[in-house]
Nanobody, 119 residues
Framework: QVKLVESGGRLVRPGGSLTLSCAAS????????MNWYRQTPGKERELVAVVRALTGRTQYADSVKGRFTVSRDDAKSILYLQMNSLKPEDTAVYYC????????????WGQGTQVTVSS
């Protein structure tokens, strides 16, 4: 059974830092590209950060570049998102996604974790 379980979301003040985690199980974590998305009410889900399988290459949305760092621990099957210099506009539900596309496409999602940036 595939599971992606996010944790670490909470209320934080502007300028603060937070680290999200996503514990994965039930699939071959090392072969999947792992992504962080976020969503606010009434808006489409936004891709925030990507870390590719094998190479570990990372990509970021312009809105978080220089402030967020995505990483993965393949030995423990955990995905991380280190968020610094948080802004109120970073407030959202953050979702972990596992993606693999070969002859078929596989997408797995976590349940999300709420991050609120407010004074």
């Amino acid at each position: 059974q595939v599971k992606l379980v996010e944790s670490g979301g909470r209320l934080v003040r502007p300028g603060g830092s937070l680290t999200l985690s996503c514990a994965a199980s039930g699939f071959t974590f090392t072969t999947y590209t792992m992504n962080w998305y976020r969503q606010t009410p009434g808006k489409e889900r936004e891709l925030v950060a990507v870390v590719r399988a094998l190479t570990g290459r990372t990509q970021y949305a312009d809105s978080v570049k220089g402030r967020f760092t995505v990483s993965r621990d393949d030995a423990k099957s955990i995905l991380y998102l280190q968020m610094n210099s948080l802004k109120p506009e970073d407030t959202a539900v953050y979702y972990c996604n596992a993606h693999l596309s070969i002859w078929e496409t596989y997408d797995f999602w976590g349940q999300g974790t709420q991050v609120t940036v407010s004074s």
